[in-house]
């Protein structure tokens, strides 16, 4: 499409563009349009010390008439009248970077459309001073020199680079997870800095953006829901880090892209925490990413100059369907372990012993199994070691389930849906309880009278706690405690099985019954994961049992000799 300049109605009704104040800002406004010319390639080069920057894509290029009214203000290829505002499929539309630009820096554009000859132009504070024909592959690219050159002030206030090279990472991180087959080059003064291969899988990309991620860490999911009031799927992509192996220091990595750009929006985080609570260790925040991609019309991008907000349709709506679709990817199915995850420490002691070689695997047979309804993994109790860990087979393999924690996660999430307090025939007596005790117990709704000087009767405790012998202990513990939810977990923690306790099989057996259904089986609700899986794969690699089946294979030569 040919770019023209909006009518005077659309600029109008179109919020302020974002103002061009760093590299980062640079980078963004040029890497967007080199998506939105579907590039698949893009190359950014920056040098901090002359203010100087470049991006290379390989995208759908420009004419020279194109070049020329592309730094003229509010001339965009996107965009023409005012009902295209309510249908924006691209991540521009305002027709304003390239000329702000323009007016802050130096610029050489050579562009190529398929079948013509490149051009370049050259321009200094938005006046073309040369145009000229220019050898170049279909694509475009833009060096931008000598930036706030004519704002002295704009670059004192600039950050040091170190902190802009960070938010350019991030940047081109989040564009990478939005955008998972560009590949994506960042260099600084020539030198290498991020390199990002595109694959069709997010999960893929994760690896390439953090070091300590690894892809076994995570599960994806995606499907197509029907959008409300309209004939239209939408898709939701979610690519999840499994609480019982990777958490974060900070909350950096909860990221939702919608239609293609990563966004700020409360609502739709909240309902991710809310997703994984209790179900990380204490100050650990999750590591997700999540991907609507949904008509246009549901989306308004005025909210925020930097398109960085918006306000969305059906918020609640989207809401629901992210939490439920989270609670299905910690389902424990035989599908979310698909990927075989090894855990690390499992991992670590096969590598002490693995040779570098790729193995063909021939694993064995899956045992059919009958799934029951939710398509749960099928789980077969065969001992208890140690008083301690619930050992059961499944068709990939062997895990080791704490019977404690398991426990605790059962009786917590009971207590989470069904929290009921019981009156009592004979109350309980409780002594030298100070005013925060009983402010806390009375916020767990319990009935409390005065007994006599220093003593006090509790009428009603939870249900939980009805038949324990350390029922009093565990009121004195819940005096002393936070919220309800603590008060839950405590009293979870509390009536658990302990580990060391001789369990019968099918005691065995109902405790992994019940613990499979819960909503969030990898973690205790203090964040310790549950379960220790011994992948058949990784046994089979670890007992070097291809050897046996090989031609030359060591074991028989050693028997023949
Ligand atoms: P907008 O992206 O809002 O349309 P810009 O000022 O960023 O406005 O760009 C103006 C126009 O220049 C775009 O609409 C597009 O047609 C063209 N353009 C800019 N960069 C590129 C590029 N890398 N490849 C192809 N066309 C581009
Ligand atoms: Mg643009």
């Known amino acids: 499409m040919t770019i023209k300049k909006l009518p005077d109605n659309v600029i109008k009704l179109i919020a302020a563009g974002e103002v061009i104040d760093s590299f980062t ?58 009902d295209d505002l309510t249908k924006i499929q691209t991540l521009g539309f305002r027709g304003e970077a390239l000329h702000s630009i323009a007016q802050l820096a130096n610029l050489n554009i050579t562009s190529r459309v398929k079948d013509s000859c490149g051009w370049q132009i050259i321009t200094t504070n938005t006046q073309v001073i040369k145009s000229y024909p220019k050898a170049i592959a279909v694509g475009t690219m833009i060096n931008v020199s000598d930036l706030f050159g004519n704002i002295p002030l704009r670059r004192q206030v600039n950050p040091c680079f170190k902190k802009q090279l960070k938010s350019i990472q991030n940047l081109i991180a989040e564009l990478a997870l939005c955008h998972p087959l560009l590949t994506w080059q960042l260099l600084v003064d020539d030198r290498l800095i991020l390199a990002i291969s595109g694959n069709n899988s997010v999960k893929k990309i994760f690896p390439q953006l953090l070091k300590t991620v690894k892809y076994s860490d995570l599960e994806e999911r995606q499907v197509k829901i029907k959008t409300p009031n309209q004939n239209h799927l939408s898709t939701l992509n979610l690519v999840v880090g499994m609480p019982d192996r990777i958490s974060r220091p900070r909350n950096d990595w909860v990221k939702i892209g919608v239609n293609g750009r990563v966004i700020k929006c409360q609502e739709l985080e909240s309902a991710i925490y809310s997703s994984f609570h ?259 794969s990784s046994l089979y690699r670890f007992f070097r049992r291809h050897w046996v089946l090989g031609k030359s294979h060591g074991i028989q030569e050693i028997s023949n000799s």
Request: hydrophobic share 40%; with cysteine.
């Open 25 to 82: 800002a640079v980078v963004r406004e040029l890497v967007e349009n080199s998506l939105d010319a579907k590039a698949s390639r893009i190359v950014i080069s920056l040098y901090p010390d002359s203010w100087s920057l470049r991006v290379a894509d390989n995208g759908e290029g420009m004419t020279e008439n194109d070049l020329l009214m592309a730094i003229q203000p509010h001339t965009t290829s996107k965009i023409t009248s005012t």
């Open 278 to 536: 209790r179900t990380l260790e204490r100050d650990r925040y999750p590591l997700i990413f999540l991907h609507l991609q949904t008509s246009p019309r549901q989306i308004d991008w005025n909210r925020h100059p930097a398109k960085a907000e918006i306000y969305l349709d059906n918020i609640e709506f989207w809401q629901e369907n992210i939490k439920e679709n989270i609670e299905k990817i910690f389902r424990l199915t035989d599908n979310n372990l698909s990927t075989k995850f090894e855990n690390k420490r499992v991992e670590n002691i096969f590598k002490v012993s693995e040779n570098k070689a790729v193995y063909n695997l021939e694993l064995p047979q899956k045992i059919e199994q009958n799934q029951n309804y939710f398509g749960l993994i099928n789980l077969q109790v065969i001992a208890q070691a140690r008083n301690t860990y619930i050992i059961a087979e499944h068709s990939e393999g062997i895990w080791l389930i704490e019977q404690h924690i398991a426990h605790e996660r059962i009786l917590y999430e009971q207590l989470k849906n069904q929290w009921e307090i019981v009156t009592i025939e004979t109350p309980l007596i409780l002594s030298k309880l100070l005013p925060k005790q009983l402010d806390n117990l009375a916020t767990l709704s319990l009935e409390i009278d005065c007994f006599g000087e220093d003593l006090w009767a509790i009428r009603s405790i939870p249900k939980m706690l009805l038949h324990r012998e350390d029922c009093l202990e565990a009121l004195i513990e819940l005096s002393w405690g936070g919220d309800l939810d603590t008060a839950q977990v405590a009293i979870a923690c509390r009536s658990a099985i302990r580990n060391g306790k001789k369990l019968t099989i099918s005691q065995m057996e109902n405790i992994v019954n019940e613990w499979k259904m819960t909503k969030n089986p990898h973690t205790c609700p203090h964040g310790r994961p549950i379960y220790l899986s011994l992948e058949e």
